[in-house]
């Protein structure tokens, strides 16, 4: 037999001298127990087999305020036939209303059951008994419930539970449902209720007091349940999608890179042309980008700048290439616009820093007007780095971005050509996922053209690498919708740990 605990022993000896079986506020009463103790020790008696636990579903029925004050002076209808008895069997409304002084906020129910029960007939503000009014269930139950307080509905008749329905569509009754638990010695918990239980006290904290007076040696002490769950805590803590962020950054800084920032409301030079993204090209239409309405336009920079870009556009300028072959247009290039990609931070940066080694990145948000969907959001983050040095070749991109992701935790990256307008060669940077069982895109890169460079006057190569961190983040957070990052969901946020 498993040892009792305090607890157990006193339900135990409760419910002894209850004759096996009683409720868990009898039991309550007699051992001194708090619900929550007698609850404990019940489910440990019945895992012990010493006890079974019947649960019944009851409903109890009580009086409601008004329904007291109608158990005191009577149902309305049954004051007001009372005084039209008393008057002599009619009387008129007004009479009645006086003879019973009915508060004047029943007249219109007491009316309506006078007539309803058959009791009385209503004939020009004339009230004329019709039939001895009997005692109803309806006013035996209001009795009953007065003088014995709460009932349970199962246990009355049919004709009181009948008027249970009608008192409660008066209002006059209140009904809850509860659970009524009831525990009962099984036969082995009565033989061992038989060979007498003597009540050991247990203490479950080792006190001075006991270990002084040499009482710890009497006494029982509890046993803990060391592999107890503690309780859940939910600690303020920094937004999982930032402490990515803060990640990425702290990478960045680890391989000696710093942090540039630019403006987001850019102007379609620094976004597009500076980069050789020709006038026409698709990605400024306004399908894609957000232009400003007010204001719309900006600034260029010093005119050496503009006009060697525009040139570059137009024929190609010292650049080598045959440039865009059309006609550049200022006004085009002055248009603001929320910049589309942080690569317009970079090549900002680039315009005022042309003595090498440079080695910059940033981790910011990028807009496009695309129509919302598990993967594409109108406002998200890019990761954007460059290196400019002497003597630096696209082997040196790739081994810093292997580094780079590396540190993120993503170890297996392979590069593919692909292509942008201000690179050359262009690669694209996937990463496989165990996890998903494929390939996912990470960044798009390259080393910056000579149509970049030269209009700015940048004489060393420059490696360039941009990509989403959304993406990054459904991996490492295991969800399947960029939604979820920015919808601030309580419950997901809570399960997420303090620290990635
Ligand atoms: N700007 C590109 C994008 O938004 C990424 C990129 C950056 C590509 C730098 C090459 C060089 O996808």
């Not at 991996?475 to 740990?497: A, Q, T």
Request: net charge positive; proline share 5%; charged share 30%.
């Amino acid at each position: 037999m498993a040892e009792l605990r305090e607890n157990e022993q006193k339900t135990l000896l409760a419910l002894e001298k209850l004759d096996g079986r009683g409720s868990i506020e009898e039991i309550m009463g007699i051992s001194g127990l708090a619900h929550a103790a007698v609850m404990r020790a019940a489910l440990s008696l019945k895992t012990k087999k010493l006890a079974k636990i019947n649960e019944e579903k009851r409903t109890s029925v009580a009086l409601s305020e008004e329904g007291k004050h109608h158990a005191r002076k009577g149902l309305p209808e049954r004051r007001l036939i009372q005084a039209i008895t008393r008057l002599g069997g009619e009387a008129t409304v007004k009479k009645a209303v006086e003879k019973a002084s009915l508060e004047e906020n029943f007249l219109t129910i007491a009316l309506g059951w006078l007539r309803r029960k058959g009791w009385a007939t209503v004939k020009k503000h004339v009230l004329t008994i019709s039939e001895k009014p009997k005692i109803g269930d309806d006013e035996t139950l209001l009795t009953l419930l007065d003088e014995k307080g709460p009932q349970v509905l199962e246990d009355m008749s049919k004709e009181l539970q009948k008027a249970v329905s009608t008192l409660k569509s008066r209002g006059l009754v209140e009904i809850e449902k509860k659970t009524l638990r009831e525990l009962e010695l099984t036969k082995t918990g009565w033989e061992l209720v038989k060979q007498g239980i003597e009540i050991v006290e247990e203490v479950s904290q080792l006190t001075p007091e006991l270990v002084v007076t040499g009482k710890w040696r009497k006494v029982k002490l509890r046993r803990f349940n060391v592999t107890a769950r503690g309780p859940a805590v939910y600690p303020g803590k920094v937004h999982p999608l930032q402490q990515m962020i803060q990640g990425v950054k702290e990478a960045f800084l680890e391989m000696g890179f710093t942090e540039i920032r630019g403006p987001i409301v850019e102007t379609a030079f620094w976004n597009f042309d500076a980069l050789f993204q020709p006038q026409d090209h698709p990605a400024r239409e306004m399908m894609d980008t957000f232009y400003l309405a007010r204001p719309k336009e900006g600034g260029l920079p010093k005119e050496d700048i503009v006009e060697a870009v525009a040139k570059t556009h137009e024929n190609g300028w010292i650049t080598g290439s045959r440039g865009w072959e059309y006609s550049w247009s200022s006004d085009e290039a002055r248009k603001l616009v929320l910049r589309t990609h942080t690569t317009s931070v970079t090549i900002r940066y680039l315009s005022d820093h042309k003595e090498p080694p440079v080695k910059v990145f940033s981790v910011d948000r990028a807009y496009r007007n695309e129509r919302v969907d598990y993967k594409h959001i109108p406002e998200f983050y890019q990761i954007e780095g460059i290196v400019m040095d002497k003597d630096v070749t696209l082997r040196d991109l790739m081994g810093t971005l292997k580094e780079f992701y590396s540190k993120l935790g993503i170890r297996k990256v392979e590069f593919w050509p692909g292509y942008f307008p201000y690179t050359e060669p262009s690669v694209q940077a996937t990463a496989y996922v165990p996890k998903l069982k494929s390939w996912i895109e990470l960044c798009g890169m390259g080393i910056f053209r000579p149509e970049v460079l030269e209009p700015l006057n940048i004489k060393y190569p420059v490696l360039a690498w941009g990509g989403g961190l959304e993406r990054l983040a459904l991996l490492k957070f295991g969800i399947d919708n960029i939604r979820f990052l920015y919808k601030n969901d309580l419950g997901w946020i809570r399960r997420m740990p303090l620290c990635q």
